[in-house]
């Protein structure tokens, strides 16, 4: 069985590198996914669609486009980078990478790599993580449940609006439920308040 | 689904070999209606016996396994349309006539033995949901398929973008998002004592139609978004 799925975004103009690279990452156990882009726009407009968990990429295809890449980088801040070099590049640009390998070692190396990039991987940390929900967090998702707004939920409980969405985006994170039914039937299950037949919110 | 080592395919490899390493693959053969003992026939052979365009039955299979095509891959010239459309209205079927249902059945069937309480939460979650995918499922044929059509009979002229690609993507994220909350909520939180065998049909059958599912909306963004657009392209150009 497979660990976790790994979603891997390939930056590398050569089709012989790119076909040799999955080729080499297939043979591992992971349940690796590969998506193969030409350019960074195109990567930045995919992300969208399909959160990468690491993204390889060849350093020329980010020559003078540093800014841009560095933009990227924040707007993705979970994926981790990692540079496949086969000529000299600039320790600057090297830098902005949470790892690099070179073609010319043994693909054990390049596979550690990997490993190491899905340790750091969001899959691979959530099991850690302590998973029960806080006084505040089960709070929210009360008054969530009772249909209030943000805002709402902000006045009634004297914080504010930003807080609210954190607790937010920690009760999605872990329960891993992300539509207000779902967060209902959860806070039911749990007992967090009462089950009214027929009264769906 | 099951499978970690995928083969990329190509149109002189053995069907049967295929389908051993990668079972879902079974779900592809049934929706080109190929039913008949596979013997060693290869893909290419397979798609002539069956008069399905053998680009697209290698790009499908493909993303089966995992491989995902680049828009740069997709032509009208190489890939045919109906085949495209064959393939997404072959799935509905099986969303709509097997899959759900089945689904259901097992949540009714639940519902029988189990404090009613949770159950009948799942119960109106589920169908809520369903009453949602079936929408989107109508959309495509009644907006996306006739269009497709008009297009390929050259009579779409002035009639661009009768569909939005961004309101399709949405739908998709929504029915996906749902999907995955059912099964954590299946898996993580409601504790259904002595029905772990109810239980695990459920998550097994939520299992394989989020994988079908998650496929059939890459076919239709990566692979008809694409070739609708080159099509239409061509229609506005002469």
Partial sequence: ?201 | MYQTHRTYIKPDMCMADLVIENPSLLLLLERFGMETALNDTDVAQLCEQYEVNTPVFLLLCNLYNGFFPQRKDINPEQHRLTDIIKYIKNSHRFYTFEKYPQIRDYIAQLYERQCPEDIQQLEIFFGDYFEEVQEHLRYEEEVVFPYCSYLLEGKAKGEINAFSSAEYRDHHTDIETKLADLKNLMLKHLSLDGDFILKRKILYALMELENDLYIHSQVEELVLLPLLEHLEFKDRNG
């Fill in chain 1, 1 to 201: 069985m497979d660990k976790c799925r790994v979603n891997i975004a390939i930056l590398e103009p050569s089709t012989v590198l790119y076909e040799g690279l999955s080729t080499i990452l297939l043979k591992t156990h992971h349940h690796y996914y590969f998506f193969r882009f030409a350019d960074l726009e195109e990567l930045a407009v995919m992300y969208k669609l399909t959160p990468f968990d690491i993204v390889v990429a060849n350093p020329c295809m980010l020559q003078n486009k540093q800014k841009a890449f560095v933009r990227l980088k924040k707007k993705m801040p979970q994926v981790y980078w990692i540079a496949l070099v086969y000529s000299f590049y600039d320790d600057e640009l090297l830098s902005l990478f949470d790892n690099k390998f070179s073609i010319t070692e043994d693909p054990k190396v390049m596979l550690n790599c990997f490993e190491r990039a899905c340790d750091s991987c969001k899959c691979n940390e959530k099991p850690g993580k302590k998973k029960l929900l806080s006084e505040r967090e089960t709070e929210v998702l009360i008054a969530l449940t009772k249909g209030l707004a943000n805002k709402e939920i902000a006045e009634m409980m004297n914080i504010s609006i930003h807080t609210v969405m954190t607790h937010r985006k920690n009760i999605v994170e872990k329960t891993g439920l992300h539509s207000l039914p779902a967060l209902t039937m959860y806070a039911i299950s749990k007992k967090l308040i009462a089950f009214e037949p027929g009264g769906e919110p």
